[in-house]
T-cell receptor, first 115, second 114 residues
């Protein structure tokens, strides 16, 4: 059973460009979460999605950031007009629909560097 | 609001020593879940354990053990007979009723000296 997949693993963008980060959850998982880890810090929650629905986006910056989890295909975290402060590791996690087993399993992360 | 405190920023021990990583949490939920994750130098996050608020039994898995005490809102993690491969950043995390966002502590960087 493949784990959570994220790509790209490393992404370099210049200021003002767009960054698209992709996450494919584990097979059978219908919940996706995005977290951001700034250098030397813990992970901070950004957004929680189910298929075609955003459930909780309380951790998302109000501007430039958006996320989706379409009916088909991976979840996408999109950052428009990136700035140096967006440089971080972005982790995706997934969990199954069964509320009894609530463990979130993480992907390997995407390291975004903004030049 | 939920909060997780890992007061130990960095710990270094000599190989084969035992080491305990502290985690203190705050939550108003009566049902909640506690987690430990390991982040080795390669950067991925590895799930170690999940414990729900109704289960205060201590757990042992090989060289790893966890002590959950609701009275002190702590969920500490002990590694016995530490090995160099245990070197990593360890995160304690907390979530609400389930399938909800995780609140992470700031992590403890553990270095095992050969």
């Amino acid at each position: 059973n493949a784990g959570v997949m994220q790509n790209p693993r490393h992404l370099v963008r210049r200021r003002g460009q767009e960054a698209r980060l992709r996450c494919s959850p584990m097979k059978g998982h219908s919940h996706v979460y995005w977290y951001r880890q700034l250098p030397e810090e813990g992970l901070k929650f950004m957004v929680y999605l189910q298929k075609e629905n955003i459930i909780d986006e309380s951790g998302m910056p109000k501007e430039r950031f958006s996320a989706e989890f379409p009916k088909e295909g991976p979840s996408i975290l999109r950052i428009q007009q990136v700035v140096r402060g967006d440089s971080a590791a972005y982790f995706c996690a997934s969990s199954p629909p069964d509320r009894i087993t609530d463990t979130q399993y993480f992907g390997p992360g995407t390291r975004l560097t903004v030049l | 609001a939920q909060k997780v405190t890992q007061a130990q920023t960095e710990i270094s021990v000599v190989e084969k020593e035992d080491v305990t990583l502290d985690c203190v949490y705050e939550t108003r939920d009566t049902t909640y879940y506690l987690f430990w994750y390991k982040q080795p130098p390669s950067g991925e996050l590895v799930f170690l354990i999940r414990r729900n608020s109704f289960d205060e039994q201590n757990e042992i898995s090989g060289r790893y053990s966890w002590n959950f005490q609701k009275s002190t809102s702590s969920f500490n993690f002990t590694i016995t007979a530490s090995q160099v491969v245990d070197s990593a950043v360890y995160f304690c995390a907390l979530s609400g009723r389930g399938n909800e966002k995780l609140t992470f502590g700031t992590g403890t960087r553990l270095t095992i000296i050969p």
